[in-house]
Every structure is written in structure tokens, then in C-alpha cells.
């Protein structure tokens, strides 16, 4: 089976999916009075987006010669996410010593959609990995 057409999917599709949640996620900031783009929202959803396309080039990239490590690779990629959260993101939430739900969900909306499409496209990857 070919892969050729999966990456530019999976960028196309993570990037509709992420424009869409951006756009409801700064009219929920308007309509709860919030300010828009608080709660580092602007990077959480850049640095989502680079760490998911990074994993997932690296995944495609990899996919023929360490066919059986995929998984493993893709474990990998989730704990520098979790790296990256609690490097760049955790102090800033923790400064006044609480994460309000605003700031929790600025974080992990855009994490758990990139998640989605990691794992749905990691997954297409193994079943289209030809088998020894």
C-alpha cells in the first residue's frame, strides 16, 4: 500500500482542525471576558502544531527502517510533548499558584486534538507498513 499521499493529509487536516478550534477557542475567550489570546493561547497552539508535525515527520521519515519501533518513536514524541508543557508552560500558569480552567484548557485543547491526529495517523502508518 502507498503512503505517499498521508503526510499532506495529515498536515492539511491538523491544520483545519486547529484553525477551527483556534477560531471557537478565542470566541469563548470573547464571550466569557476574557482577553483574547490570554492564557499564552497564540503558543500554545503554535508549539502544538510544530511539536505534532515534528513527531509526525519523524515518524513518517522512520517509518520504513524502524518499521517496529514506530510505536516506541511515537511514545517518545508524547513525553517531550509532556517536556515541553512543563518547561515552557507550567511556570507561567503556576504564578499566581493555582491553573485556572482557562489556562488548563488553552493547554491541553490544542494538545489532545494534536494528539487525535497523531495517534489516528500513526496508526494508518502501521497498517500500511508492509510486513516482513
Given at each position: 500500500m502507498r503512503t505517499s499521499?498521508?503526510?499532506p493529509t495529515f498536515l492539511?487536516?491538523?491544520?483545519?482542525?486547529?484553525?477551527i478550534?483556534?477560531?471557537?477557542?478565542l470566541l469563548w475567550q470573547d464571550y466569557a471576558g476574557l482577553e483574547r489570546g490570554s492564557d499564552?493561547?497564540?503558543l500554545s497552539y503554535t508549539v502544538n502544531f510544530l511539536l505534532a508535525s515534528g513527531i509526525f515527520i519523524?515518524?513518517?521519515?522512520?517509518?520504513r527502517k524502524y518499521k517496529y519501533q514506530i510505536g516506541f518513536?511515537?511514545?517518545?514524541?508524547?513525553?517531550l510533548k509532556f517536556l515541553v508543557f512543563f518547561l515552557l508552560f507550567y511556570?507561567?500558569?503556576?504564578?499566581?499558584?493555582?491553573?485556572?480552567?482557562s489556562e488548563f484548557g488553552a493547554f491541553f485543547i490544542p494538545y489532545l486534538l494534536c494528539l487525535l491526529f497523531e495517534t489516528v495517523f500513526t496508526a494508518k502508518i502501521l497498517l500500511r507498513n508492509p510486513k516482513v
Amino acid at each position: 500500500m502507498r503512503t505517499s499521499g498521508l503526510f499532506p493529509t495529515f498536515l492539511f487536516s491538523l491544520i483545519i482542525a486547529l484553525l477551527i478550534s483556534f477560531w471557537l477557542h478565542l470566541l469563548w475567550q470573547d464571550y466569557a471576558g476574557l482577553e483574547r489570546g490570554s492564557d499564552l493561547l497564540y503558543l500554545s497552539y503554535t508549539v502544538n502544531f510544530l511539536l505534532a508535525s515534528g513527531i509526525f515527520i519523524l515518524l513518517y521519515m522512520l517509518r520504513r527502517k524502524y518499521k517496529y519501533q514506530i510505536g516506541f518513536i511515537y511514545m517518545g514524541g508524547s513525553l517531550l510533548k509532556f517536556l515541553v508543557f512543563f518547561l515552557l508552560f507550567y511556570p507561567g500558569y503556576r504564578e499566581d499558584a493555582l491553573v485556572t480552567k482557562s489556562e488548563f484548557g488553552a493547554f491541553f485543547i490544542p494538545y489532545l486534538l494534536c494528539l487525535l491526529f497523531e495517534t489516528v495517523f500513526t496508526a494508518k502508518i502501521l497498517l500500511r507498513n508492509p510486513k516482513v
